[in-house]
């Protein structure tokens, strides 16, 4: 069952209004009439409730909300501009605001959509007359988006959703180390990708099924004085179904692990005077100082290419080094905490290489 829905779509693109010499940034509405199928709510459960809202879950899919139905006509109002949409990244309207923002200037913003009214869908696309030159093309880009996302859509009741993800669970410790690790669920895998990359405090990345296990790292780090688990009722997780989380994060807890491991392992020894970074240098040998410069390169390769086996496989290598390897000898107490949560990780993953692990 579907149900024909009105949705005003929000497009930027650039013009000039009456009298206006330069050009400006429009702003306006399209209104689209869609055809969202309808789902029972035991056809949809609950999966997921956590800081980003709801995710429910049909047919091998996750959704997010995306708006409300309401008011005669089942009009949505979309959430277009909320920061957790899953419709923000969907379509380009914020990015290509920024770009003409960063462009021609924020002074020079014409919100157009209570004075001269919508392009209405039964009209064809010709720029209003209080507007000249405007770029029809970048109205089209924005239409064919929605239009390709509009069959997507679904409704629960008067909630709209929208496919998103599989979300992922992160734990985090931010990079001023005041003390307080944390829980919070990334809306999807290249989210986190970008935050290992950018060194936004990322210490570990899980499968949505693995919650209790985070719940139980993050406890013994506060134990130990290095963290906690945040109180902020935002935080709340609450995973309503284990089994329809399903992700592999092993290659992105390589990355982490060859973060933390390589900037500690160039900052320390940069820290030295010349003489001793040398002596530590020729203690190490080239046997290791190759796998620590594999271990960039495979870093590297998989931001580039996502790629993760030849990463997983080198960090493999580095983890199973015993406690006594010149590797570990300036190591921190969060590096030998990663080092033990990267072969934790090695261990329990039944496709993972089969090493020697020693414990720390």
């Not at 880009?141 to 409704?155: D, I």
């Not at 499968?207 to 290095?226: C, F, H, V, W």
């Amino acid at each position: 069952m579907s149900v024909c829905a009105q949705v005003e779509v929000p497009i930027v693109t650039t013009g000039r209004t009456s009298g206006a010499r330069k050009l400006q940034i429009i702003e306006t509405k399209v209104i689209r009439h869609v055809d969202i199928q309808e789902f029972e709510e035991r056809d949809a459960p609950v999966a997921l409730t956590c800081g980003l809202g709801e995710y429910r879950f049909n047919d091998g899919k996750f959704f997010q909300r995306a708006g409300k139905r309401h008011g005669p006509g089942d009009n949505c109002r979309m959430d277009w501009f909320s920061s957790s949409s899953p419709l923000v990244g969907r379509l380009s309207y914020r990015a290509l605001h920024n770009k003409l923002v960063y462009e021609i200037g924020e002074t020079r913003v014409v919100d157009l959509t209570s004075t001269i009214g919508r392009i209405r869908d039964n009209l064809p696309l010709l720029p209003p007359a209080p507007v000249k030159d405007m770029d029809m093309a970048l109205v089209e880009l924005q239409l064919a988006e929605f239009g390709e996302l509009a069959p997507t859509l679904r409704a629960v009741g008067e909630i709209i959703y929208c496919p998103v993800d599989q979300p992922v669970l992160v734990l985090s410790r931010p990079q001023t180390f005041s003390g307080l690790s944390y829980l919070c669920v990334v809306g999807s895998i290249n989210e986190v990708v970008g935050r290992v990359r950018r060194n936004e405090g990322p210490i570990g990345v899980y499968s949505l099924a693995d919650l209790e296990e985070a719940r139980n790292r993050a406890t013994q780090l506060g134990k130990a004085g290095s963290g906690s688990i945040s109180p902020n009722p935002r935080d709340r997780i609450v995973v309503h179904d284990t089994s329809l989380f399903d992700l592999d994060c092993l290659a992105l807890n390589a990355a982490i692990f060859a973060k933390i491991f390589s900037n500690e392992f160039y900052r320390r020894r940069a820290d030295q005077p010349g003489p001793e970074m040398v002596k530590h240098m020729l203690e190490l040998g080239m046997e290791r100082l190759s796998l620590v410069d594999l271990l960039h390169s495979h870093l590297k390769e998989f931001f580039e290419t996502g790629l993760g086996d030849p990463l997983i496989d080198i960090a493999a290598k580095i983890v199973e080094r015993p406690p006594g390897d010149p590797l570990w000898k300036v190591a921190t107490r969060e590096l030998i905490e990663q080092r033990q949560f990267m072969c934790n990780r090695l261990d329990s993953d039944p496709i993972a290489l089969m090493v020697n692990i020693h414990p720390l």
